[in-house]
């Protein structure tokens, strides 16, 4: 059964369409980001499910009930904001207790869900404390606390640990993972990281201009970007314009790359950590890789990896290599290797402009 259905749903502003038939299903119990750079249109995506924005077209239905004119209180919501939002007059216990009270949950079964919500999320010492004494970090478990003891037919989170410093942000990540599978929670997650995003998720919705772009198991949209979009989001640095000629696919500044599947598309990305930086002498082109004569012109030391930035010709090309094997220095004459099976076929994008490596 799909739990949480946004069906067909668009949304203007004035004259700007910031959601264009957005259609996403997230199934019971599954985790569900929402990926995109800021403005993407994730935020009033979340808002119109939660019933903070109204929809201008399309549905909202949350276990088979259409909800999208319902109050946002008398929702099976609960929401997760990225500055926490509690109370702050209120106790550690008496936010955790807030959505409890308001469903008229009898008195005993409330002090018994948030006492055994605090062990859980590890704050069951901080009961008794007001907001304004705790961490950042406590005061997000406290929040998370707050929307899970309710049990609601979805959670929904906006960028929740963008607050937090990178080290608490996966070890919260970790624990927000294992509570939401373990409680079989429904999750929409919004997120501009796409590392959280990757950490996290059953699925993932990469949004673009108010679009869907692509949607699908982390593994799936890292490893096949269908767009130009999707690609330089997940990190494909190198995306070539071209088109495919007879034997091989051939951009615009002349590199002829093999395609493992032959396919007549607009664009192509290569992964600069599948880019093989190597002597001029030992390179060596066929169907199974292509070898450009490059020079460095930049080298940046990232401890385990250096990253490599060559020419080849008017192409910008750039490579990670393992810090082992990075001994080449700025101004070196190299050869830059690609193997065709780590050549992406890419469609142009469907919502906003993208930058392009310049040729
Ligand atoms: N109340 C509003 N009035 C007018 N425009 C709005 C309103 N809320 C959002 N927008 C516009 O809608 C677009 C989408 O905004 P939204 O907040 O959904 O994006 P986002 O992907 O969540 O980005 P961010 O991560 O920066 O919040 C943006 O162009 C924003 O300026």
Same mark, same amino acid.
């Given at each position: 059964?799909?739990?949480?259905?946004?069906?067909?749903?668009?949304?203007?502003?004035?004259?700007?369409?910031?959601?264009?038939?957005?259609?996403?299903?997230?199934?019971?119990?599954?985790?569900?980001?929402?990926?995109?750079?800021?403005?993407?249109?994730?935020?009033?995506?979340?808002?119109?499910?939660?019933?903070?924005?109204?929809?201008?077209?399309?549905?909202?239905?949350?276990?088979?009930?259409?909800?999208?004119?319902?109050?946002?209180?008398?929702?099976?919501?609960?929401?997760?904001?990225?500055?926490?939002?509690?109370?702050?007059?209120?106790?550690?216990?008496?936010?955790?207790?807030?959505?409890?009270?308001?469903?008229?949950?009898?008195?005993?079964?409330?002090?018994?869900?948030?006492?055994?919500?605090?062990?859980?999320?590890?704050?069951?010492?901080?009961?008794?404390?007001?907001?304004?004494?705790?961490?950042?970090?406590?005061?997000?478990?406290?929040?998370?606390?707050?929307? #899970?003891? @309710? &049990? $609601?037919?979805?959670?929904?989170?906006? =960028? !929740?640990? +963008?607050?937090?410093?990178?080290?608490?942000? *996966?070890?919260?990540?970790?624990?927000?993972?294992?509570?939401?599978?373990?409680?079989?929670?429904?999750?929409?997650?919004?997120?501009?990281?796409?590392?959280?995003?990757?950490?996290?998720?059953?699925?993932?919705?990469?949004?673009?201009?108010?679009?869907?772009?692509?949607?699908?198991?982390?593994?799936?949209?890292?490893?096949?970007?269908?767009?130009?979009?999707?690609?330089?989001?997940?990190?494909?640095?190198?995306?070539?314009?071209?088109?495919?000629?007879?034997?091989?696919?051939?951009?615009?500044?002349?590199?002829?790359?093999?395609?493992?599947?032959?396919?007549?598309?607009?664009? #192509?990305? @290569? &992964? $600069?950590?599948?880019?093989?930086?190597? =002597? !001029?002498? +030992?390179?060596?082109?066929?169907?199974?890789? *292509?070898?450009?004569?490059?020079?460095?012109?930049?080298?940046?030391?990232?401890?385990?990896?250096?990253?490599?930035?060559?020419?080849?010709?008017?192409?910008?090309?750039?490579?990670?290599?393992?810090?082992?094997?990075?001994?080449?220095?700025?101004?070196?004459?190299?050869?830059?290797?690609?193997?065709?099976?780590?050549?992406?076929?890419?469609?142009?994008?469907?919502?906003?402009?993208?930058?392009?490596?310049?040729?």
């Amino acid at each position: 059964m799909t739990n949480l259905l946004i069906d067909h749903v668009a949304k203007t502003y004035g004259d700007k369409a910031v959601l264009h038939d957005i259609h996403i299903e997230v199934p019971e119990g599954q985790f569900v980001s929402l990926l995109g750079p800021s403005g993407c249109g994730k935020t009033t995506t979340l808002n119109i499910v939660a019933g903070f924005v109204a929809a201008d077209k399309g549905k909202v239905l949350l276990g088979g009930t259409d909800i999208t004119s319902a109050a946002p209180y008398s929702r099976d919501t609960a929401i997760v904001f990225q500055n926490y939002a509690l109370f702050p007059h209120m106790k550690v216990e008496d936010n955790v207790a807030y959505g409890l009270r308001a469903r008229k949950v009898a008195k005993s079964e409330i002090a018994e869900r948030v006492r055994e919500i605090l062990r859980v999320m590890g704050i069951s010492e901080l009961a008794g404390r007001y907001p304004g004494q705790l961490s950042g970090g406590q005061q997000q478990r406290v929040a998370v606390a707050r929307a #899970v003891v @309710v &049990r $609601p037919g979805a959670l929904l989170m906006d =960028e !929740p640990l +963008s607050n937090l410093d990178a080290k608490l942000r *996966a070890e919260i990540r970790i624990e927000l993972r294992a509570l939401q599978k373990n409680l079989n929670q429904t999750v929409l997650f919004v997120t501009h990281d796409q590392e959280e995003a990757l950490s996290m998720s059953d699925r993932i919705v990469v949004m673009n201009g108010g679009r869907v772009e692509q949607m699908g198991a982390p593994d799936d949209v890292f490893k096949r970007p269908e767009t130009v979009f999707v690609a330089d989001f997940m990190g494909v640095e190198n995306i070539f314009k071209g088109s495919s000629g007879e034997r091989a696919w051939t951009s615009d500044s002349g590199l002829a790359l093999p395609l493992a599947d032959a396919r007549d598309v607009a664009y #192509v990305g @290569v &992964r $600069p950590s599948e880019i093989d930086v190597i =002597e !001029p002498e +030992s390179a060596h082109t066929g169907d199974e890789s *292509a070898s450009f004569p490059a020079s460095i012109t930049e080298r940046t030391y990232l401890g385990n990896s250096v990253r490599y930035q060559m020419q080849s010709g008017s192409q910008r090309i750039v490579a990670l290599v393992p810090q082992t094997r990075a001994r080449f220095d700025v101004g070196a004459e190299v050869s830059a290797r690609i193997a065709a099976a780590s050549v992406l076929p890419l469609a142009a994008s469907k919502g906003g402009a993208v930058e392009l490596v310049p040729a």
